[in-house]
């Protein structure tokens, strides 16, 4: 990767910029009182200027302090929490991603952001900071290789103004402070169009091939998401890279197999180990990765079905509302990403036409192509998906917004000095961004009121300012209404983000469906739900915070507890995060690492049950077995024992059978099952001790469990239980424990 991050000053291959005098031509000597080129606002681009690095540094430390400030405050995904904890009690686990250390189910990702944190948690413990170091790591390196990238083209000022606005981004805040696997996700791909661009810059086949093997990584990280950018990259690359056409076909076609093999390592692996030696690929229809990749993670996110029909909410709705080509804007949606969308877009259109008939290999104009098709391949695909959309899914969209809104933004800028027929798009595209902005402020009623004004009135002047310091030797005041602009663009943009570890806009952020801001719209399941992680229906979308005390490890279990009780109840959709950690599924407490508490009710596991279960375990494999992922990620992070997810995170997961059940039970393997609850969403367990969703397989499994196994009462391990309790524990409307050993087999 050091091809594009390498930190030294490299010359811009900009057609927009001014070129250097020959060497013959002595350098023109600035006398005082006299006026300096039109364009020049700094040194010379083949030198760094003074404050570049400290301006870059500046910017990473205020990243890290966004990502890493509070973080133990901060509710993680128990889904990939138990991933990860799971994977440093068995290889296998690492390896296959699984979600018990049983291997019995895998979570519905392929497992290469769980085998980055999983490495982490296996050199120092188990915990939060140790699973989020990583993340926070590669999140810092996305910025880092964005402001290489943008200053090899562009120069030291615009690939500032890039690196900040990806650095302040809502929605990267939110998500590079959680551990889903999209942090990682957007790290490769930026790092892949990187080397790409470096690739078209100097023809040579190793940048190529490394940006290939970025996108297959990216791919092992969330499959098809990792492949959005590719058209826009190759397409770049056929264009506009140096070889011939011949050899750039040749080169596209060495990249391709790099790409195949880095992306499909992982799934053929899978295949080559037979399925009873394997855990069932969770998310699949069949067990097999190649299911997982072209259905529930692939065409099933775009169109719907496989276990994607739109999160519950009908049309792709649920999390980021109705699908459509405005989607972006919407109440959910628009405080998250959209703040510099339309200031990229006429950066974009009004930098391409700048480029005009420059020669195919023109470095500019090619970069503009790449980061205007990564931005425009993303919005279509996150606006059109009729199937589950989370809104941090948008992050991906911030690195080409930034780097529009950085190099774009400059050639503007030239263009606005050099003549009269460009003067208007700069300050219209500023104006547009405030305005938007104030829109978007004024959203949030009663949230910071005064801020919507402020940038108002803070852009309307710094355009004044840009209009009567245009010409003449005011270089000094042009840009301070240069950065007065900047400010007022990114003030809104950086409010919603502080409010991520701060807490100020109320709550804390969640690991479901971790977002930035205050909420705005209804805040329910298929309305604005703006709120910082808020669970559908979960009124405003507020969420409880706290890392749970007494985690496997030091630092304490990953997770938070949701508002009011359950995260079951919560109502989330079929999609590919679970509720909150932090509580057994039906509970209302936090619930602490092996021993630690995990308050009871609907589908829950008290802290007397978990101990009831560890003690009459008897040498089997699994602890418990329970109807949903949910309910397995909350139980193995209580208990740090193996738990069964038999029907996966939406209830469509085929992983257990009746056959398969009894073999389990016959072997010795597994002697509790958990039926009944009142679980919300797909696949919760139904009422009347009914699990799954309600399928045949299901049916069979519950009426055999209850005919065949033995209710474990709450008298048998609750020293507080009450002749009330005990006769409501019982009963198959309510979270019941079975206890199955080989004899019950016939």
Known sequence: MTSATDPLPHPPVSTDRPRQAAPSTPAPTATPGSAPPSTQLAPPPDKAPRWSLPALLAILVLAAVLYGWNLSGSGLNSFYSAAVLSGTQSWKAWFFGSLDAGNFLTVDKPPFALMVMGLSCRVFGFGTWQMMLPLILTALGTIWILHSCVKRVWGHGAATVAALVLAL???????????????LLVFLM???AALALRAVHNGRLLPLLGSAACFGLAFNTKMLQGFIALPAVFAVYLYAAKPKLVQRLVNLAAAAVVLAVSSFWWAAAVSLVPADERPYIGGSTDGTAWNLIMGYNGLGRVLGGEGNGGGGGGGGGGFSGTAGIGRMFNDTLGGQISWLIPFAAIA??????????????DLTRAALVMWGGWTALHYLTFAMAEGTMHPYYTTALAPGIAALCGGGGLMLLHAFRAGRRWVWVLPLALAVTAGWAIVLLRRASGWNTWLWPAVGVVMALAIVGLFV????????????????????????????????????????????NPTAGPTTGSGGFGGAGGGRGGFPGAGGGQTGQGEQAGGPAEGGQPGGTPPGGAAGDAGTAPGDTAPESGTAPGGTGTGGGPGGTAMGGGGGASTELLSYLKKNQDGAKWLLAVSSSQSAAQLILSSGEPVISMW?????????????????????ELHYIQLGGGMGGGGGMGGGGGMGGGSTVTSEVTEWVQKNGTAVKESDYSTSSSETTESTSTSTSESTVYRLDASDVT
């Open 169 to 183: 981004t809502p929605i990267t805040v939110a998500i590079n402070r959680d551990n889903n696997p999209d942090t």
């Open 648 to 668: 996966g995170w939406s209830g469509s997961d085929n992983a257990m059978t009746l056959a398969r059940l009894k073999e389990l039970v016959k072997k010795g």
């Open 190 to 192: 930026v790092g892949g």
């Open 469 to 512: 310091f245009r010409s003449g030797n005011r270089a000094r005041l042009l840009a301070a209404s240069l950065a007065a602009a900047v400010v007022a663009s990114v003030a809104g943009p950086a409010a919603y983000a502080w409010s991520v570890p701060s807490g100020s806009a109320g709550g804390a952020m969640s690991g479901t």
């Open 348 to 361: 974009l259109v009004g930098g391409l036409v700048r480029c005009g008939r420059a020669p195919r290999t």
